[in-house]
Structure formats: structure tokens, C-alpha cells
């Protein structure tokens, strides 16, 4: 099976395990994917990620969820830029999320970053997904 859209299949992955409640979920291991991981692990959304061996012999990451008061701490998680149809923004033009509660997540240049980050660098790119 191949997927047009690995971080979108990452990001429904992650939604549909907190909606379940579960601790862990696992998706299929790629850079992009583990660079957004890092970015969703430095600013606090996930509890972390592994690199794992399914049965099949083929690399997955394991993600950890995070719950506060028995509640997901990711409240929205949406893809911004789609294969169809690619979002990208100047520095000047990346998102704010909710006022700043919430993070873009930005490929860059200089790496994958949150909007916060980006503008610190003063760099843009494609928005990848927000985070609230």
C-alpha cells in the first residue's frame, strides 16, 4: 500500500489513538515524519518516539501519547499543506496559531521548526501542520 501522504497519515494516526485513548500508536519510519515528531517532543505535545521493528522486519516509530487530566494534550491537529495543493509562507506570512497558544510546523531550509522558530531564524517554508 503507498501513501501520498505520509505526514497526514502520521497526523490521523495520532488523532484517532488519542480519540481511543491509547498510550502508544505506531506509523511507518521516515525523516520528515521523525522531524516533525522532534518538533511535536520539544514543545511538549507528545511524550516521545522510538524507532521499532514491526514483525514484518520493516522500521516504524513508536509515538507517546500525552494526556493531562485523563484529556489528549493535543486538542487540533490539521494538515495545512496537502500533496494537492502545497502551502508555503514568507517569514512575514507564517501563521500564528490561536494567538501564539497553538505552533505551525514549518520545513525550512534550515530544518524543520515550529513558526516561533522560523521567524527566529527569519526563514520560511511549507507549513506542514498546526498544533493546538
Known sequence: MSIN???GDMLTRIRN???RGKSTVRTPASKIRAWVLDVLKAEGYIRGYE???NEAGH???EIGLKYYEG?????????VSKPGRRVY????????VRNGLGISIVST???????AAARNANVGGEVLCTVF
Open 5 to 7: 501522504d505520509p505526514i
Open 17 to 19: 489513538s488519542q480519540m
Open 51 to 53: 524507532a521499532v521493528t
Open 59 to 61: 522500521a516504524e516509530l
Open 71 to 79: 484529556q489528549p494534550v493535543i486538542r487540533e491537529l490539521a494538515r
Open 89 to 96: 509562507a514568507s517569514v512575514k506570512e507564517i501563521p500564528q
Open 109 to 115: 531550509p534550515k530544518g524543520v521548526m515550529t513558526d
